[in-house]
T-cell receptor
Framework: SQQGEEDPQALSIQEGENATMNCSYKTSINNLQWYRQNSGRGLVHLILIRSNEREKHSGRLRVTLDTSKKSSSLLITASRAADTASYFCATDPGGSNYKLTFGKGTLLTVNP | DADVTQTPRNRITKTGKRIMLECSQTKGHDRMYWYRQDPGLGLRLIYYSFDVKDINKGEISDGYSVSRQAQAKFSLSLESAIPNQTALYFC?????????????FGPGTRLTVL
């Protein structure tokens, strides 16, 4: 069963605009990760935020985490056509039995 | 060369056939995973292996089996393929030491079962 659920399922914006995607999850986590998938290709890790962190930046990416609400958001600033992809959040419960649980993803389309 | 490779990249097979998907990695990671991706369902874990002697079922292991031939190789088999196993299959790896750790994905195998 999916742990993370992304919202919205699809998002279409113009180049230069900001894109925000949200992820909600159900159980406690050790960390939450965001991945990008270009059409039909393998997922690529973007950023990881630990449960004791509230915000993290990497280039044009900004991730927030609110453990009290069990939610995270991914902000992509100044979007480019090359950012067109599906974005997935993945939760890691921690412990020795490490495995990620992925959400269903948000399809982002950035129009030139 | 890619760190995580999958063969074949595309495969069309018939119902009832046995098929093997192979994954190799040069990252030196102990942990390897097999996922399937269906439209609108995200990624679901089929099997995972934390070392050559440690193999575990994921959430959707029925109809699949795996073999960890070496640290670098992890194969997924469909003993008798059925049409609802048509999907995109991904292999991934991650480190063992330290925490937390990201996963590194292969390019995927698109499998069609007729």
């Amino acid at each position: 069963s999916q742990q993370g659920e992304e919202d919205p399922q699809a998002l279409s914006i113009q180049e230069g605009e900001n894109a925000t995607m949200n992820c909600s999850y159900k159980t406690s986590i050790n960390n939450l990760q965001w991945y990008r998938q270009n059409s039909g290709r393998g997922l690529v890790h973007l950023i990881l935020i630990r449960s004791n962190e509230r915000e993290k930046h990497s280039g044009r990416l900004r991730v927030t985490l609110d453990t009290s609400k069990k939610s995270s958001s991914l902000l992509i600033t100044a979007s480019r056509a090359a950012d067109t992809a599906s974005y997935f959040c993945a939760t890691d419960p921690g412990g020795s039995n490490y495995k990620l649980t992925f959400g269903k993803g948000t399809l982002l389309t950035v129009n030139p | 060369d890619a760190d995580v490779t999958q063969t074949p990249r595309n495969r069309i097979t018939k119902t009832g056939k046995r098929i093997m998907l192979e994954c190799s990695q040069t990252k030196g990671h102990d942990r390897m995973y097999w996922y399937r991706q269906d439209p609108g369902l995200g990624l679901r874990l089929i099997y995972y292996s934390f070392d050559v002697k440690d193999i575990n079922k994921g959430e959707i292991s029925d109809g699949y089996s795996v073999s960890r031939q070496a640290q670098a190789k992890f194969s997924l088999s469909l003993e008798s393929a059925i049409p609802n196993q048509t999907a995109l299959y991904f292999c991934a790896t991650s480190e063992t030491s330290g925490s937390p750790y990201e996963q590194f994905f292969g390019p995927g195998t698109r499998l069609t079962v007729l």
